[in-house]
């Protein structure tokens, strides 16, 4: 049965159990697919966090972190600057923010083959202008581009945006969450209602109700329910905070673990790699392609027929293979190239001349061969599993912010981007703004999306 199959099916289940937990337990949902079970016990935790001074700045420093140099603009609103100062401390914060993120974590954007190096400028700038919600814009415009550009030229495209489902495969992306992804994503949007409740209980707005939100039996995360009259009376730029307030606490809660991750990777890794070189004993073939597609044309792989799966790659062209540097390294291109490969299997070596085609790829995966009788200590798998649930805790509550600065409803950045950017609109009232804004991001990132999930038709 397909994803979307699963999906529908998935979907008609919660809008049963929801309804039915309606008529017969009184309770209310949202969306017609999940319920709310409303507690006051949680309120605690909303107004210990409330006291704490460090929740209010922590939110205005999130502005920044979801707007960037639009948010250090917007925070600088009541200081009397002229406009073309105020204009050069806009490009030099964008140039400030910018070179930031080229610095910790330029690679990812300019060193990765899935990324063009237009796009990842494109991103490192976005982000440097608008924030979280300028990083979300600019991959999401970078793989649209993509997408456009491959299907017209025939070639196969990927989706720009997949389901975060843990425990699911998305289709055609290969992005997979582990189960207890389900766990960390309910507390960390459990955390991020709390921050939002803090700052309503600050700034003395009711919060009407408070609870847990429940997809079918299972806890999917929890909410905060203010009173709506009173935020349409409230100053806007204190609602700015409160609804900063909630992917701030998520980010911060990536960049904490990020920063465990990177200390205990430090020390882990000699052992790491002393374990894994008496467990590891080559690179080995795991999967052959029949056919690769050249300028949209599918043609024969060249490594098809002639590796197997469970091939050990012994060497290339004389030169001993122990990962896929190794590889890289010792093939040649426009020439055929020596391979000495052992079938895993019957233990039988043999050699095989192979020449890539004219892109340079054979059209085989690789992976490393374990020893089988190598038993692997456990505090090794121990250590493994604790580094991949710290990276999965930092990855979740990234694009939880992320996602949640986008710059239109219902997500907390599509209020604050209305307040933000309303201001440099200069005809009309602020009211019909704020609707402009609402209006250009609302169809500029629906359009977006829609662009970006084209392939999954295809």
């Given at each position: 049965m397909?994803f979307?199959?699963?999906?529908f099916?998935v ?8 309804f039915?937990a309606?008529k017969f337990l009184?309770l209310?949902?949202?969306?017609g697919?999940?319920i ?6 949680l ?18 420093i999130g ?8 948010g250090?603009?917007?925070l ?9 100062k ?9 140039f ?19 990324i063009?190096l ?6 490192i700038?976005?982000?440097g202008l ?5 990083l979300?814009?600019?991959s999401l415009?970078?793989s649209g581009?993509d997408?456009i550009?491959k ?5 196969t ?11 699911i ?8 969450i582990p ?6 994503l309910?507390?960390s ?9 803090a700052?309503l209980?600050k700034?003395?707005l ?8 429940l997809?079918g039996i ?7 329910e203010p009173d ?7 100053n806007k730029?204190?609602?700015?905070k409160?609804?900063?307030s909630?992917p ?9 673990f990020?920063i ?6 430090i020390?882990a ?9 008496q467990n590891?004993?080559?690179?080995k073939?795991t999967?052959?392609?029949e056919?690769?597609?050249?300028d949209g044309v599918?043609?024969?792989s060249?490594?098809?027929?002639v ?32 391979f ?11 050699t095989?001349l192979?020449k ?5 790829t ?6 490393f061969a374990?020893?089988?009788e190598f038993?692997?200590p456990k ?6 599993s604790?580094?991949a649930?710290?990276t999965?805790i ?7 912010s992320?996602?949640?600065f ?8 599509g209020?604050?981007?209305q307040?933000?950017?309303s201001?440099?609109l ?7 703004n ?5 209006k ?8 977006l ?6 392939p999954?038709f295809?």
């Open positions: 397909s979307l199959s699963w999906a099916i979907l008609i289940a919660l809008a049963i159990i929801a039915l309606k009184k209310d949902n949202f969306l697919l999940f709310l079970v409303k507690t006051k016990k309120m605690s935790i909303v107004e210990w966090l409330s006291k704490k001074k460090f929740v209010e700045k922590l939110a205005t502005v920044v972190v979801g707007f960037g140099a639009f250090i603009d917007y600088n609103r009541n200081k009397k600057t002229s406009k073309l105020r204009f050069f401390l806009f490009v030099f914060n964008t400030v923010i910018s070179f930031v993120v080229y610095f910790l974590v330029g690679s990812v954007f300019l060193n990765n083959p899935m063009s237009w796009g990842g400028y494109l991103i700038f976005m982000t608008m924030g979280f919600s300028g979300t814009i600019a415009i970078f581009v997408i550009i299907t017209l030229a025939g070639e495209a990927m989706p720009g945006v997949g389901l975060v489902l843990p425990g495969r998305t289709p055609k992306i290969d992005f997979f189960w207890y992804g389900w766990i960390i309910i507390f949007a459990a955390i991020h209602e709390f921050f939002h409740g700052m209980k700034f003395k009711k919060i009407k109700s408070i609870g847990v939100i997809a299972f806890p999917f995360g929890a909410f905060v709506q009259k009173e935020m349409e009376k409230t730029h204190k609602l700015v409160m609804y900063s909630g701030t606490s998520n980010a911060v809660i990536a960049v904490i990020f465990i991750l990177f200390i205990l990777s020390f890794s000699p052992y790491f790699s002393e374990i894994e070189s590891r004993i080559g690179i073939v999967n052959v392609s056919t690769l597609s050249i599918d043609v024969i060249p490594a098809y027929g590796l197997k799966e469970e091939d050990l790659i012994v060497s290339i062209n004389n030169e001993p293979i122990n990962n896929s540097a190794d590889i890289r390294n010792a093939t040649i291109k426009d020439q055929e190239n020596k000495v490969l052992k079938n895993l299997e019957t233990q039988e070596q043999r095989e192979i890539p085609n004219e892109q340079g054979y059209g085989f995966s690789i992976d374990e020893n089988k038993v692997v505090n090794y798998s121990f250590l493994k604790l580094l649930i710290i999965w930092a990855l979740l509550n990234l694009i939880i992320s996602v949640n986008l710059p239109m409803i219902p997500f907390d950045g209020f604050m981007s307040v933000i950017f201001r440099y200069k005809k009309g009232t602020n009211k019909k704020m609707k402009k804004v609402f250009f991001f609302g169809i500029l990132i629906v359009l999306l829609l662009l970006n999930v084209i999954y295809l």
